[in-house]
Antibody
């Protein structure tokens, strides 16, 4: 059974940093790309970023709203994807979800399984 | 960025009756590989999103066959043939054809 468990959320002051983890089980983690999404309270879904598998270079993509502040990485030996969030702003307050992203066809990735999410609150 | 729109934003439905949600993209979602990466997600109250449909019309594992997707290019539709109580929630369309991935605003489905 595929499981994704996010952790590391909490209350943090503006300008500070936080690192989220997404621990995966039930599949061969290293074979998959992973994504992070977020959902502000009472709002819709927003894509945050993405990391390819090592077989495809392990490269990353980011939303404009977080580029330069957030970094996604992965540790395939531990089956964990990370979201390092620096210079946090109040508008980063949201539930953060990770997803598994199998490659499809020859070009794109489709997020299929979602974790339960972890809440990040940025406030003084 | 590709802008996704959905109609209606709210859909009160009667149990056992059909429901339909439309999604439109600001540009074609056809990828260079010939596939169209349009997905539908369901988010029940207090729950994370769940993938229902991918590549326009493919039901994900475990999704009941009362859910179906159709469309092409820039216009897509999610249909629920007979709404059940467990279908209450918000439905989002999402494009994964190009980065950044973008979502529609969501359609809230509830029971009349």
């Amino acid at each position: 059974e595929v499981q994704l468990v996010e952790s590391g959320g909490g209350l943090v002051q503006p300008g500070r940093s936080l690192r989220l983890s997404c621990t995966a089980s039930g599949f061969t983690f290293g074979d998959y790309a992973m994504s992070w999404f977020r959902q502000a309270p009472g709002k819709g879904l927003e894509w945050v970023g993405f990391i390819r598998s090592k077989a495809y270079g392990g490269t990353t993509e980011y939303a404009a709203s977080v580029k330069g502040r957030f970094t996604i990485s992965r540790d395939d030996s531990k089956s964990i994807a990370y979201l390092q969030m620096n210079s946090l702003k109040t508008e980063d307050t949201a539930v953060y979800y990770c997803t598994r992203d199998p490659i499809n066809g020859s070009g794109s990735y489709i997020p299929d399984y979602w974790g339960q999410g972890t809440l990040v609150t940025v406030s003084s | 960025d590709i802008v996704m729109t959905q109609t209606p934003l709210s859909s009160p439905v009667t149990l056992g009756q059909p429901a339909s949600i439309s999604c439109r993209s600001s540009q074609s979602l056809v990828h260079s590989d010939g596939n169209t990466y349009l997905s539908w997600l369901q988010q029940r109250p207090g729950q994370p999103p769940r993938l229902l449909i991918y590549k326009i019309s493919n039901r994900f594992s475990g999704v009941p066959d009362r859910f179906s997707g159709s469309g092409a290019g820039t216009d897509f539709t999610l249909k629920i043939s007979r709404v059940e109580a467990e279908d209450v929630g918000v439905y989002y369309c999402m494009q994964a054809t190009q980065f950044p991935r973008t979502f529609g605003p969501g359609t809230k489905v509830d029971i009349k």
